[in-house]
């Protein structure tokens, strides 16, 4: 590693040689000139700081090994270099202490052999000396090694801090708005993927879980954008590369599309439960056009799947995938925002939550994988399609439900790769 961060700071000093031999041509008098010479005095600092960044790291790692030879004190005592050859040093002390201490336990076990069917007081007097000789010995390696972490531990210190001093305060270092961004980009992408993923797993709570799976996709969808944003100040100055701007974005879009999926899967239900009421209800049941092109539509619906649902129309689909976005700039969005945190924050919401939890027979046989509202219209679903044998397409509903929940999971989970401080939780 210091070799190459070595070879980095050649060429950067090579470069930073070129554009002042090319700047200070005297010939070249003109407004390009005076224009390339002004922008080359801004651009040849920052190179040098680079130059200067990589050289010191590359004196603190080091690009030889010296070694020093010697015996154990010889080795204690030398003076340190770089981390290199310092890290060389430990690892030859902590070798020898290695071979010190394998001698001595095997001439403890050779003794203790011995012990055994010694017969004689002098004897045994004797090979219990030489067991107690290996344990100093041991004792001794061990002693060693820790001096050998010592001295490995003091060299790395060393080369971190030569390391810290050269980019504390250079011409590359992040302004204060730059260090802030980048902080609030982190801070920001952290909490949309937890209250993402979050906003998934109360939906099923009764009552109050549409309301806090609401708040909790609105925030993440806030802070998401945000955090794409600071990303793409960041990005506008340079202190950011085009895959953190393209993580940022896809985050974002990931966060809403999740949700969208969820609204699909909801939307779904709704328009199934809807038909089954209207050809429950209707008055010529079985021979009636609208019953007949409901039943025909519940069929397709049930069928086919989700790739049916994903196949209405292009503008119906495009709405409702945006529809998680467009809550954000519009008026009714944040009245909606508003009305879930009035049933969140209500006692009697959590104490209707508590009974229906109960009355349905605890947590365990409450939990869904879809959220309260799409829960209540399978089970009403469930019942009035027993009504209509006829409908097979109907079997099909509550998969296709599920899957079209299980994607939004997917897609929102998916958030938790793409933020690094999240990313360990896989």
Not at 124 to 145: F, P, R, S
């Amino acid at each position: 590693m210091g070799k190459k961060l070595k070879k980095t700071a050649e060429e950067l000093e090579r470069q930073v040689k070129n554009l002042k031999a090319i700047s200070e041509v005297d010939s070249w008098d003109s407004e390009a000139g005076r224009e390339f010479r002004k922008r080359a005095e801004g651009s040849t600092g920052k190179l040098e700081a680079a130059r200067k960044r990589y050289a010191t790291a590359a004196a603190a790692l080091g690009d030889t090994v010296v070694d020093v030879g010697g015996s154990y004190a010889d080795k204690v005592h030398a003076s340190p270099t770089d981390y290199a050859s310092d890290l060389n040093r430990a690892q030859q002390i902590a070798d020898q202490a290695l071979k010190e201490a394998q001698a001595a336990e095997d001439d403890k076990r050779a003794a203790g052999t011995k012990l055994a069917d010694a017969e004689d007081d002098s004897k045994k007097k004797d090979l219990e000396d030489q067991q107690k000789a290996a344990d100093d010995v041991v004792k001794a390696a061990q002693e060693k090694i820790e001096e050998a972490k010592r001295i490995r531990d003091a060299a790395a210190k060393r080369a971190c801090d030569a390391i810290d001093e050269v980019i504390s305060d250079d011409a590359l270092k992040d302004g204060f708005w730059d260090s802030l961004l980048d902080d609030l980009a982190d801070i920001t992408g952290t909490i949309a993927t937890v209250c993402g993923v979050l906003s998934l797993m109360v939906g099923w709570i009764p009552v109050i879980g549409q309301a806090l799976a609401g708040i909790l996709g609105t925030i993440a969808l806030v802070m998401s954008l945000v955090g794409f944003i600071c990303t793409a100040v960041l990005y506008m100055r340079g202190n950011a590369d085009l895959m953190d701007l393209g993580e940022a974005a896809l985050g974002f879009l990931m966060i809403g599309v999740g949700k969208a999926f969820s609204k699909l899967a909801g939307k779904y239900a709704g328009t199934v439960l809807k038909r089954l009421t209207r050809m429950k209800s209707s008055k010529t049941p079985g021979i009636g056009k609208a019953f007949k092109r409901d039943r025909q539509k519940l069929n397709k619906l049930g069928s086919q799947g989700f790739t049916k649902v994903l196949s209405m129309t292009p503008k119906e689909l495009g709405k409702t995938m945006a529809s998680p976005f467009t809550e954000l700039v519009t008026k009714s969005g944040w009245k909606g925002f508003a009305d879930n945190a009035k049933t969140v924050f209500n006692p009697s919401s959590w104490r209707g939550a508590k009974e229906a939890i109960t009355a349905n027979g605890g947590v365990a046989k409450s939990v869904s994988l879809v959220d309260a509202e799409v829960a209540a219209s399978l089970k009403s679903i469930k019942p009035m399609a027993a009504n209509f044998p006829n409908i097979p397409g109907l079997n099909g509903v509550k998969t296709t439900v599920n899957v079209l929940t299980g994607i939004g999971y997917a897609v929102t989970g998916g958030n938790i790769y793409l933020d690094e401080n999240t990313r360990p939780a896989l």
